[in-house]
């Protein structure tokens, strides 16, 4: 746009030289030395601005390598401290842009142009652009709020609340962000959505605690079965022994007493090590006799 504005200056410009010229063959005014006196005034009128547009034009060129060095060493000093890449990314495209906005403004104010019409007729146009894209602004906004509060990173394991959605963050964009599901699937959530909405970070603390439920009959020994879910605990692969591993009774349910095995993990190991103690659980109770009912509902009949 400014560019534009930069030639619509110039050819103001040489409107003046055209109309001058008029002025001079004005069949009124045709003599010879109205010619003569055109082609002397000619290099004085035209000379400056040329003068200046070659000057413009390299201090334009010029200016535009500086700025783009300056984006690259702000890119390069901002990776190097803790900031996610998407964000000193953003930081580093916004001190350009901001930097090229007030080049072209001092060019064009050094024409002569009014600046102040141009930021109005901006002004504008950003009202009309922000409500056709109101969303996309929304989920851009979204994206940078992520981006500095970081309630989540890429690697995290997190859950959507309400949608269902949950996986690895792979990727945090300024519009959205991807998540790669369990079984491998690729999710791309609205930064806006993730913004506004509860987020479950799992990987929050460096250990998570697994629950493994499991009922047994109200005829068994919860002693022995609480003996052989602890050995299980003590036994598989995925349970750290820096923490507390308990079983209790955590319900009375109405076909089997529910006994809560607990132990922590890693994060990264959750589903693995939930997947195990489901199958180990299930083995060791069947190897020592402990019953896990069906459900089941006892009918009294009366004469």
Known sequence: MFNSLLLTNLASSAEETIETFAEAVNVENLNPGAFE???????????????????????????WQVIRLISNIIEKSLEKTKLETATSKFLAKLVKVGLEIV????????FGMDTASIVALLGSAGVAIGLAVQGTLSNFAGGILILIAKPFRAGD??????????????EIALINSKLLTGDGRKVIVPNGNLASTIITNNTGNTMRILDTMVGISYGADIDKAREVALKV??????????????????????????????????????????????EEIKKAFDKEGVEIPFPQVDVHMKN
Do not use: C, H, Q
């Open 103 to 110: 080049l072209l403004f001092t060019i064009a104010a050094a």
């Open 157 to 170: 394991y997190i859950v959507v609340n309400g949608s269902g959605i949950e996986g690895t963050v792979v």
């Open 37 to 63: 006196k055109f082609f002397k005034e000619l290099p004085d009128k035209l000379v400056p601005l040329l003068f200046k547009a070659a000057v413009a034009i390299v201090i334009l060129v010029v200016m």
């Open 233 to 278: 605990l003590d036994g598989n692969a995925y349970i750290s022994d820096k923490y507390d591993k308990k079983v209790f009774v955590d319900e009375l349910g109405d076909s089997s007493v529910v006994l809560r095995v607990r132990g922590w993990v890693k994060p990264s190991e959750y589903l693995l090590a939930k997947w195990s103690m489901n």
